[in-house]
């Protein structure tokens, strides 16, 4: 069975730290790219990172550039978020996929698999 378990959601203030781990399984983790996503209330969905196969430089959507981080442990299938400097419109159900191809976050080729989601909240 295919599957994508994002954790490590939760309820923290702002300025604080959580690591969103996505735990991979089912499928080959090391063919695709793992890009990680989020919803906020009321709005769309939005990449907001990815992984690559082919690129050692991870990508950032503008708004988490520098305070987030996205790293992979392939022996773990696993791939992480680490948020730092979190702020109220962070909040939001982050959720994790394996695509084909991250071009850039949230333009991707051929999204095969998403997870669940895990909800964080930034309290102000």
């Known amino acids: 069975e295919v599957q994508l378990v994002e954790s490590g959601g939760g309820l923290v203030q702002a300025g604080g730290s959580l690591r969103l781990s996505c735990a991979a399984s089912g499928f080959t983790f090391d063919t695709y790219d793992i890009a990680w996503f989020r919803q906020a209330p009321g709005k769309e969905r939005e990449g907001i990172s990815c992984i690559t196969r082919s690129d050692p430089a991870p990508h950032y959507k503008d708004s988490v550039k520098g305070r987030f981080t996205i790293s992979s442990d392939n022996a773990k299938n696993t791939v992480y978020l680490h948020m730092n400097s979190l702020k109220p419109e962070d909040t939001a159900v982050y959720y994790c996929?394996?695509?084909?191809?991250?071009?850039?976050?949230?333009?991707?080729?051929?999204?095969?698999?998403w997870g669940k989601g895990t909800l964080v909240t930034v309290s102000s």
């Open positions: 996929a394996a695509v084909q191809r991250c071009l850039r976050p949230g333009s991707y080729v051929g999204l095969d698999y």
